[in-house]
């Protein structure tokens, strides 16, 4: 799962690095606080996680491609509002909301993949419809919300560099 030479290495090392990136560029939104090149490195992954994620073998229509379909329309409004409206007036708060959606999206998922990856959580909810998961993807989603509200007021006015 972890061998960046396979297409599911790739995908999940790319994931991560968009998790860790996102959580920097979040707590740097909350602070009022831009740091272009974790910016880039987190919007590049982003949508390579999404990418990469129509990559793998399907039949049908999965929820794991409606997350991904959503998550790539997010970061395509996300994009231009950074890079070509440079975060000026209603574009800094359709910016703030669309990294913190973007990150939230990718810990959603995450839960999911541990729920279905680490034997302990399977145990917990082996077909994901049990109540730990939909538990813990509830304070996920709380947890996201209540640092949505910040970040966009966090990053309103003049940003200032972040070492």
Avoid at 39 to 63: I, Y
Avoid at 70 to 98: E, I, K, M, Q
Avoid at 128 to 150: D, K, R, T
Wanted: proline fraction near 6%.
């Amino acid at each position: 799962m972890f061998d960046p030479t396979t297409w599911t290495g790739f995908h999940t090392w790319l994931s991560l690095i968009a998790i860790v990136t996102g959580f920097v560029l979040l707590s740097d939104l909350i602070g009022g606080r831009d740091r272009p090149g974790w910016t880039a490195v987190f919007l590049a992954t982003a949508v390579g996680t999404s990418a990469t994620g129509f990559g793998f073998p399907f039949t049908g229509v999965l929820p794991s491609h409606i997350v991904g379909i959503v998550a790539l329309l997010v970061l395509a409004v996300t994009l231009p509002a950074r890079y070509h409206f440079h975060r000026a007036g209603f574009w800094n708060a359709v910016y703030a909301v669309g990294v913190v959606v973007s990150l939230y999206l990718l810990v959603f998922v995450g839960v999911a993949q541990a729920f279905a990856k680490v034997p302990a959580l399977q145990a917990l909810a082996p077909t994901q419809s049990e109540p730990p998961f939909a538990i813990a993807e509830l304070v996920v989603l709380v947890l996201f919300a209540v640092a949505g509200f910040v970040a966009v007021r966090g990053s309103r006015g003049l940003t200032r560099a972040a070492a």
